[in-house]
T-cell receptor, first 114, second 115 residues
Framework: AQKITQTQPGMFVQEKEAVTLDCTYDTSDQSYGLFWYKQPSSGEMIFLIYQGSYDEQNATEGRYSLNFQKARKSANLVISASQLGDSAMYFCAMRVAGANNLFFGTGTRLTVIP | GAVVSQHPSRVICKSGTSVKIECRSLDFQATTMFWYRQFPKKSLMLMATSNEGSKATYEQGVEKDKFLINHASLTLSTLTVTSAHPEDSSFYIC???????????FGQGTRLTVV
């Protein structure tokens, strides 16, 4: 069975600072993908970044980077130079190869402080 | 990225009535659409997977007679909450993908309140 764990229900970060949101996962599958989504108060889910289990390099997308440590089964999201607009819920998710749906963590609420 | 539109964004209905939520892929054909429900302080839980032209596959514990899902075309899937009760109040969100193995894109979500 697949499981995603986000242990930080809430995080605060000063504007312009970097912040790391933790995500650990559990799966017996060798081929899987890891995703991070941002959910602002409006409710929509915004795709941020993707990391494949066989990708050797950590994924980066602008101010977002994924610190992928396969042996530790962690896929932490790093947001650099935080902005007020980054305040939102952040969900880590996983999909194993051949499966349809995404398994989501419980999310981390990030608040950026001016 | 592809655009998925969900309508309505908010709906309030009386207990015992039915409400329909639409999920449309605006600029691509979606062979598969997913319906999730988000509980307060919990993650999104997959309710069902619908493939165009076939019956939806429901996750364990989801009442298929209560949550009717129709995927009649490659651009539209609907979720109908029948005989709604206050405990059905939640945030429902859909996602759609072109074909297996490709990225799924999310709609904006629907906040359902049953009074």
């Amino acid at each position: 069975a697949q499981k995603i764990t986000q242990t930080q229900p809430g995080m605060f970060v000063q504007e312009k600072e970097a912040v790391t949101l933790d995500c650990t996962y559990d799966t017996s599958d060798q081929s899987y993908g890891l995703f991070w989504y941002k959910q602002p108060s409006s409710g929509e889910m915004i795709f941020l970044i993707y990391q494949g289990s066989y990708d050797e390099q950590n994924a980066t997308e602008g101010r977002y980077s994924l610190n992928f440590q396969k042996a530790r089964k962690s896929a932490n999201l790093v947001i650099s130079a935080s902005q007020l607009g980054d305040s939102a819920m952040y969900f880590c998710a996983m999909r194993v190869a051949g499966a349809n749906n995404l398994f989501f963590g419980t999310g981390t609420r990030l608040t950026v402080i001016p | 990225g592809a655009v998925v539109s969900q309508h309505p964004s908010r709906v309030i209905c009386k207990s015992g009535t039915s409400v329909k939520i639409e999920c449309r892929s605006l600029d691509f054909q979606a062979t598969t659409m997913f319906w999730y429900r988000q509980f307060p302080k919990k993650s999104l839980m997959l309710m069902a997977t619908s493939n165009e032209g076939s019956k939806a596959t429901y996750e364990q514990g989801v009442e298929k007679d209560k949550f009717l899902i129709n995927h009649a075309s490659l651009t539209l899937s609907t979720l109908t909450v029948t005989s709604a009760h206050p405990e059905d109040s939640s945030f429902y969100i859909c996602s759609a993908r072109r074909r297996p193995g490709t990225e799924a894109f999310f709609g904006q979500g629907t906040r359902l309140t049953v009074v």
